[in-house]
């Protein structure tokens, strides 16, 4: 997905088209594959209080409201559609599980489908579908989002599932059972997808050595150990009021839809927000070649420290990576597909956090390509450091950025996911005419510079997989 747009789409994952800006990397509970937060003060008072958050150049109906128990609830009306997309938003992933419970997080995700206290899973299943709806959830880095997209005529029925799902699982022995076989398979899976493990071991090796370089699905043991203990613990720990951001999005009024939400919603436990990782990782500048001799390709991911989610100097950071290779007319896709014919799919992605954040280059090419791939990334990196980018070429990125932007608020899911990010990587919602401002005000000289800062041949990270045949690469093919 083009990058901004994961401030705007309604999913994060793995599998986005090129010149990605993956807010997270996620994996989802259903079969189909993808910051600290300012946390609101429960009202003192016996009602909910209420806040407008008028866009400052357009008309984005946004409001903002804390419920009595603290659970804070976003709404936007959009009076052109038919449907309404809710999410129940965790504000902690899996960077903030520690050692021996990595993994919990998506476990719990899971085990939430398998049953309530009212439901079967099945019976959830036919509900769902009976009203035509979309039911799905993901686990990601720093978040976990429960959401469902309903007609609006669905609401009350569509509320009533959620709230179930989220505030009453049983987690009973035998489901916690039969769902750890399932999600050793999904660990199986991965692992035999070539394009997914050669990020999962960059992402291992880069933030070696702390949370963020752990898999968003655990491992084989940790999972193995979890037990029905393990998943309240970490179920009470933090899916209470603090910890929690409701948003929604599409034909709503925000009162009477308020009132449906605290009838539903506000029961949820009272409490602060979870203690977070606060220790920013140190990245690892290395080099891993790891041979897999059945696959007919060498993946390629090749990476460098980048600014955080909430940079100041983000908007660059978005447009020099859409220069680079974030799509068809990058430089990197036109340099190594388009001119050489080196790769089939080639393209550069950001990956920012709440502290820190990466920005990778991917490759899938023939053994025997590798090293020119290598240096023709190498190429860019240089060319970007020592000469400014045309202004037709910044040009094109701008718009190519604004209409991403304008695209990713089309649909209620892209809004309902917009309002929560916004609300917990930056406490305030940004207006499309801000960031097209924001946009605009960026330099051939500030992207220059950004370049300069970013591509450090001493920071360069580099995994490859697959069958080598003798493949070596050194610090000295990477310099840049």
């Not at 806040?51 to 009595?68: A, C, F, G, Q, Y």
């Not at 769902?128 to 609401?155: P, R, W």
């Not at 949370?211 to 999972?223: C, K």
């Not at 960031?435 to 950004?450: A, Y």
């Amino acid at each position: 997905m083009p990058p901004l747009c994961r401030l705007f789409s309604s999913r994060t994952g793995h599998a986005a088209d090129c010149g990605r800006i993956e807010t997270e990397s996620t994996h989802n509970s259903m079969p189909q594959k993808p910051a600290k937060t300012a946390q609101p003060k429960p009202s003192r008072s016996a009602k909910a209080t209420t806040e407008s958050r008028p866009d400052r150049n357009i008309p984005r109906n946004i409001r903002r409201t804390v419920l009595p128990n603290g659970l804070l609830v976003l709404t936007e009306r959009m009076e052109h559609v038919r449907s309404i997309s809710m999410g129940m938003w965790i504000c902690t992933g899996s960077r903030d599980e520690d050692a021996p419970r990595n993994g919990v997080s998506h476990f719990v995700e899971h085990m939430l489908f398998k049953g309530t206290q009212t439901r079967s899973a099945q019976h959830i299943a036919r509900e769902v579908d009976s009203i035509g709806g979309n039911l799905d959830a993901f686990t990601g880095k720093e978040t976990v989002c429960f959401n469902i997209k309903v007609l609006d005529q669905h609401v009350p029925k569509a509320l009533d599932l959620l709230s179930d799902l989220v505030l009453r699982p049983i987690f009973a022995t035998e489901d916690i059972a039969r769902e750890r076989g399932v999600i050793l398979e999904e660990i199986k899976m991965d692992e035999d997808n070539p394009d997914y493990l050669v990020h999962e071991i960059f992402t291992q090796n880069f933030w070696k050595d702390h949370p963020l370089g752990r898999p968003i699905l655990g491992t084989s043991s940790t999972v193995k150990s979890f037990g029905q203990k393990t998943l309240f613990d970490y179920y009470g720990g933090c899916f209470r009021s603090g910890n929690m951001v409701f948003s929604a999005a599409g034909n709503i009024e925000h009162d009477a839809f308020l009132a449906q939400v605290e009838q539903h919603f506000g029961s949820v436990p009272s409490g602060p927000a979870a203690n977070l990782a606060t220790q920013p990782p140190s990245p690892r500048a290395r080099i891993s070649l790891r041979d897999k001799k059945s696959l007919e390709q060498v993946q390629l991911c090749l990476g460098v420290p980048a600014p955080r989610v909430s940079d100041e100097h983000r908007y660059t950071t978005y447009l020099l990576n859409t220069i680079l290779g974030g799509g068809m007319s990058s430089r990197l896709f036109q340099t190594v597909r388009e001119e050489r014919g080196l790769a089939y799919s080639i393209y550069s992605e950001l990956n920012p956090f709440r502290d820190t954040g990466s920005l990778c280059v991917y490759a899938g090419t023939s053994a025997d390509k590798a090293e020119k791939v290598i240096a023709l990334t190498m190429d860019e990196f240089k060319r970007l450091k020592s000469e400014p980018v045309t202004e037709e070429e910044l040009q094109r990125a701008k718009d190519q950025l604004k209409g991403n932007i304008l695209l990713g608020l089309e649909s209620s899911s892209s809004r309902m996911t917009n309002l929560a990010r916004q609300q917990m990587y930056f406490g305030h919602f940004f207006g499309v005419e801000e960031i097209i401002r924001r946009v605009d005000e960026v330099t051939r000289e500030g992207i220059q510079q950004l370049a300069n800062s970013l591509f450090d041949p001493e920071a360069v990270a580099l995994t490859l997989l697959g069958n080598l045949n003798g493949l070596k690469i050194t610090r000295r093919d990477l310099a840049c």
